[in-house]
């Protein structure tokens, strides 16, 4: 699996931003992956952000991320969204998605995922 993330950028406190995944598979279909958002800001471990399962309505949000941001997928186009509104500066890092196959529901471990994008830096300013 080839994931292709986009749409980071600069943006100011308050304002919104959404993240595409484009992913390519091979052999098995996407909608049998576990997709998820995970970001690292400078000198921070990478964390969990959200997840979808393979049910686009079986999603998994980190608390501090919850409320804000809507992770969505269209298995039609082999792409997953995270939707972040009324970001805050804390919210700057890399931005990876990454895909699980092992799993059908939301998963938080990164150990739990096999493939991972290159990343996209989103930088909110305050």
């Known amino acids: 699996v080839q994931l292709q993330a986009s749409g980071g950028g600069l943006v100011q406190a308050g304002d919104s931003l959404k993240l595409s995944c484009a992913a390519s598979?091979?052999?098995?279909?996407?909608?049998?992956?576990?997709m998820g958002w995970f970001r690292q800001a400078p000198g921070k471990e990478r964390e969990f952000v959200a997840s979808?399962?393979?049910?686009?309505?079986?999603?998994l949000y980190a608390d501090s991320v919850k409320g804000r941001f809507v992770i969505s997928r269209d298995n039609e186009k082999n792409t997953v969204h995270l939707q972040m509104n009324s970001l805050k500066s804390e919210d700057t890092a890399v931005y990876y998605c990454?895909?699980?196959?092992?799993?059908?529901?939301?998963?938080?471990?990164?150990?739990?995922?096999?493939?991972w994008g290159q990343g996209t830096l989103v930088t909110v300013s305050s």
């Open positions: 598979t091979s052999g098995r279909h996407f909608d049998t992956y576990t």
């Open positions: 979808v399962g393979w049910g686009a309505r079986n999603t």
């Open positions: 990454a895909a699980s196959s092992g799993w059908g529901t939301p998963r938080s471990p990164k150990g739990d995922y096999d493939y």
